[in-house]
């Protein structure tokens, strides 16, 4: 159960892909958070959760973009479970994710400082802009211990639709492939 007090929050977590619908931690509190000059890309591999070696799945990191405006959820973390949380998403977000500090906006606590999860460029599993077209084949036939990289992608997109987020690069990768999937 999330309690809906911040005072005593030790880490706050800016989640912008999966923890947005599978946060799989417990917070204290959770707000939407705006991410200034960075936006989400499905351009990173995932042979790990949503794809394999052979057959690597696209995921999401964050990429710099001057103007750019990324909006996800900030979660905060109690001081008695940040070791915990730590361990568990340095698991979830290996395979070239790195810690970051990023300052988020939210509208409820103004701006916060929290970390997240950033693959760069150049990291062995990074695969980097395509056509959305091939993004979208590439993620309609991958499948990871974690499930289907489409449903991973779907998931997203409705949590974004059901928050009146609109990110054009995730609708029209999801637009991809359900418009592929109907045809």
């Not at 204290?28 to 936006?39: F, G, L, N």
């Not at 979208?136 to 997109?157: F, M, T």
Request: glycine share 8%; with cysteine.
């Amino acid at each position: 159960m999330t309690v809906t007090s911040d005072s005593n929050v030790a880490l706050w977590v800016f989640g912008y892909g999966s923890l947005i619908w599978r946060p799989a931690m417990q917070y204290q509190c959770e707000y939407r958070a705006t991410a200034e000059d960075w936006a989400r890309r499905y351009w990173q591999g995932s042979h790990d959760h949503r794809g394999t070696i052979d057959s690597p799945g696209r995921v999401l990191t964050l990429v710099k973009l001057p103007g750019g405006m990324c909006e996800g959820r900030v979660f905060g973390i109690a001081p008695k479970h940040v070791e915990k949380t730590l361990q568990a998403l340095d698991y979830r977000e290996k395979n070239g994710y790195e810690r970051q500090q990023l300052v988020v906006e939210t509208q409820e606590r103004g701006k916060v400082e929290a970390l997240t999860y950033i693959a760069a460029e150049g990291n062995p599993a990074w695969l980097g802009d395509a056509a959305t077209e091939v993004i979208a084949e590439q993620i309609r036939h991958a499948r990871g211990p974690s499930g289907l990289n489409k449903d991973y992608v779907l998931e997203l997109y409705e949590s974004l639709s059901r928050d009146g987020i609109n990110d054009e690069h995730i609708s029209s990768v999801a637009q991809a492939l359900n418009t592929a999937r109907d045809n």
